[in-house]
């Protein structure tokens, strides 16, 4: 039996890793092929909270690609949360995510939880840091929104995002 079931954007630019990040938290799988989201896919995953209750969160999967932006307004539509995904290997991506808020904002008029992910956390050591990795932090304490970095490829950090954008829709405080 189901307590409670959320809709959970993943929204931001195109290739940042919405769908791999996805996959990995329903499936636990990561692929190196990549295939860009046509419009949007959408998975389920069921989860049991600390405090017993049985959650299913159906996660949209928002293509980043601009022709696909005609189409927000109904892939928005009753919202729980959202995951704002940029690539942190990938500098203008981080500037295009804020954009992908606000337009976020001005399309559903109302607030709603928002966990940000700096993805692909793996590529840091290996291309060195593109941006000043304080400004997330920065940027999501500023506008009370949740800050993680999160590695589709290694696991690393994406339960926890999952788990944190799931616990601000339950205590609605945002």
Not at 52 to 75: A, C, E, P, Y
Not at 77 to 94: C, E, K, N, Q, W
Not at 116 to 127: A, H, P, Q, R
């Amino acid at each position: 039996m189901t307590d409670y079931t959320f809709k959970i954007l993943v929204i931001g630019p195109a290739a940042v890793g919405k769908s791999s990040l996805i996959r990995r938290f329903v499936d636990n799988e990561f692929s190196f092929q990549y295939k860009f989201t046509i419009g949007v896919d959408f998975m389920t995953k069921n989860i049991v909270n600390n405090l017993n209750k049985n959650i299913r969160l159906t996660i949209w999967d928002i293509g980043g690609q601009d022709r696909f932006k005609i189409l927000l307004r109904s892939f928005y539509d009753g919202a729980h949360g959202a995951i704002v995904v940029f690539d942190l290997s990938r500098p203008f991506t981080y500037s295009k995510m804020k954009d992908w808020i606000s337009n976020m904002y001005k399309i559903m008029q109302k607030r709603i939880p928002i966990v940000i992910l700096g993805n692909k956390l793996d590529l840091v050591s290996e291309i060195g840091e593109t941006i000043d990795r304080n400004d997330p932090y920065k940027y999501a304490e500023k506008e009370r929104y949740f800050y993680l970095e999160t590695s589709a490829k290694t696991g690393e950090n994406v339960d926890i995002a999952f788990t944190e954008i799931t616990h601000r829709i339950l205590d609605k405080n945002y």
